[in-house]
């Protein structure tokens, strides 16, 4: 697979998947994006007043980065990877940091540093509630349970309530919010 990095007419930068372009899509905390990585999550709900995304989409995540150690670079958080970019479209080089804090939550990670994609396989829209038992699987609330609740014995639903209500406080699973469930296959 081929990533490109082109600047567009708004003259901002545009990812490419093999002459695709790639929209900017989810992002996870690390636990999850570690889930979505090895198979475990494939399923995400999100709060929008319309569907962001379609079928067939094709997406890329958005990371949590971080200045390196006094050398200037942009490092991954979930691996410590340093990014790179596409420098005169043949080579990479290491991005440099250019940003006045020491680290930026993966909703800011700018398009160049893109290395992780995902394609739209469903959305549906309905109340957080009507979850599944095989949508909360699917949503990797496993992984969630051992890292953040310490393992076995613990109800999945209730382990996704308590998720849910980590993340958004403001819509907690008790007011049944309206959300848009998106299934992702694993591009890259």
Do not use: C
């Amino acid at each position: 697979m081929k990533i490109e990095h082109r600047i567009g007419e708004d003259g901002k930068y545009h990812v490419y998947l093999d002459d695709e372009r790639a929209w900017p899509g989810f992002s996870f905390t690390g636990e999850m994006l570690a889930a979505r990585d090895d198979g475990r999550k494939t399923e995400t709900r999100r709060l929008h007043k319309r569907a962001k995304f379609e079928v067939g989409q094709l997406v890329y995540v958005k990371e949590k980065i971080y200045a390196g150690d006094g050398d200037g670079n942009a490092y991954y958080k979930l691996d410590n990877e340093p990014v790179y970019i596409p420098y005169n479209g043949k080579i990479k080089m290491r991005m440099l940091w250019r940003w006045k804090r020491d680290r930026l939550p993966g909703i800011f990670m700018p398009a160049e540093a893109a290395r992780r994609f995902d394609r739209i396989a469903e959305v549906r829209e309905e109340r957080l509630q009507e979850i599944t038992e095989a949508d909360i699987v699917r949503e990797g609330i496993d992984a969630y349970i051992q890292h953040a609740l310490g393992g076995a014995g613990v109800n999945k639903r209730e382990a996704f309530k308590h998720l849910w209500n980590s993340i958004n406080p403001k819509h907690p699973w008790d007011s049944n919010p309206w959300v848009f469930a998106y299934r992702f296959e694993v591009i890259k």
